[in-house]
């Protein structure tokens, strides 16, 4: 089933969940995950791996950190070509001084806030997706 395209219908029906857990990201200079860890995701860059894992999976492994996240996805299934999409929540979270580190997933876009801006930033997307625009 392909993703929705309609900003407006990508807009109504975000439904953005919390999900449970702290997270952080950490990067892997030699790019190698520790064994028994879960990531949550991962990005190779040209410093070595980005991974974002639960916070308690980081301390297990040793693993330093600066930034502890919550975690939104929107519940949405945005097509990857969809336009406007990122723009609209960034702008909404922007205005309300909410940080935002955004990973788009093949059907939903993830959402890593500061840990204490979860609250506040779920109120954001819900009156974003109740105002439709």
Not at 50 to 79: C, M, P
């Amino acid at each position: 089933m392909p993703g929705e395209t309609s900003l407006t219908t990508l807009i109504r029906s975000m439904s953005p969940q919390l999900n449970q857990g702290e997270y952080v990201f950490c990067c892997l200079p030699d790019r190698q995950v520790p064994a028994g860890i879960d990531i949550v995701g991962s990005f190779l860059e040209r410093e070595g791996l980005t991974v974002i894992l639960e916070r308690s999976q980081a301390q297990k492994a040793g693993l330093g950190f600066d930034y502890v996240a919550a975690w939104i996805t929107l519940n949405v299934h945005s097509a990857l070509q969809a336009v406007g999409l990122t723009a609209a929540f960034a702008t909404a979270l922007g205005n309300a001084g909410i940080s935002c580190n955004v990973i788009a997933g093949y059907y939903h876009d993830h959402l890593f806030v500061g840990r204490d801006d979860a609250g506040r930033a779920m109120a954001v997307l819900e009156r974003l997706a109740a105002n439709g625009e």
